[in-house]
Each structure stands twice: as C-alpha cells, then as structure tokens.
C-alpha cells in the first residue's frame, strides 16, 4: 500500500527536486508540512528530517469530488520525503489501493490509477541519478 523510494540525493536536494517535479508533471504543489520542524518548535525532540507534500491535479480532484463528495478527505494526495537510518526516503500511498478500500466506483478506480502513474513518474524524477 505504501511505495517507498531511496533517493541518492540529500535531504533538501530530494525535497527540491520534488518541489520542480510536481508542475512538470501537471500537479500542483498545496503545501508542504516540515513535520521535523513543527515537532521541534512544539517542544517535541523529534531528530529525522520529514516533510509532507500535498500535490493535486485540480481536474482529477474534481472528478473524484463530483462521484463522493466524502473522499474529499481522501485528498489531496500526499509525498513524504523523510530521513531513516542514514537514507532519504520518498514514499507515497498508492491512489488506486487507498480508493479500493473506499469506494467501488469503477470511474473513480480508473482516476485513481492515472493519478497513482503521475505520482509515480514524480517520485521516479525525484530520485533519478
């Protein structure tokens, strides 16, 4: 359910490779949550970078909504990027099985699955040498 990818870039270069991959792919960057930063600044001693990324294709989001309304809290779609035992991390949870576990729409599985394919081309250039 969740993809999980090494990148062989540091921290802030997979965060900002991210940052120019999601435009290029037709996505739009909502905002980024600095969890390593917000832990900290809340007193928590929370050492591994992680930051969340909430993309969206603004025409996709709108097919979805407009089936079920409820899966708006299914969105948007989310990247993490994140520090674990000395690797950087980009992970994601896969659209197509998160929806299955929701909804039996067979349009909205279709969506779903051309979203996930984006989402993994995003990561793919992310972590690319």
């Not at 001693?45 to 979805?64: G, M, S, T």
């Not at 909504?65 to 950087?88: T, W």
Request: charged residues 25%.
């Amino acid at each position: 359910m969740i993809d999980e990818h090494n990148s062989p870039h540091d921290f802030e270069t997979t965060c900002q490779r991210l940052s120019d991959a999601v435009p290029a792919n037709g996505f739009g960057l909502l905002h980024t949550h600095d969890i390593h930063g917000t832990l900290n600044a809340k007193g928590v001693d929370f050492a591994p970078q992680c930051r969340v990324f909430e993309v969206c294709n603004p025409k996709r989001a709108a097919e979805v909504l407009a089936v079920r309304m409820d899966l708006a809290n299914a969105l948007p779609c989310r990247i993490a990027v994140y520090e674990r035992d000395g690797k950087v991390i980009v992970s994601m949870i896969r659209p197509s099985e998160m929806l299955s576990m929701l909804s039996d729409d067979t349009t909205l599985a279709k969506v779903a699955t051309e979203v996930e394919q984006t989402m993994n081309r995003i990561i793919e250039e992310t972590v690319s040498a």
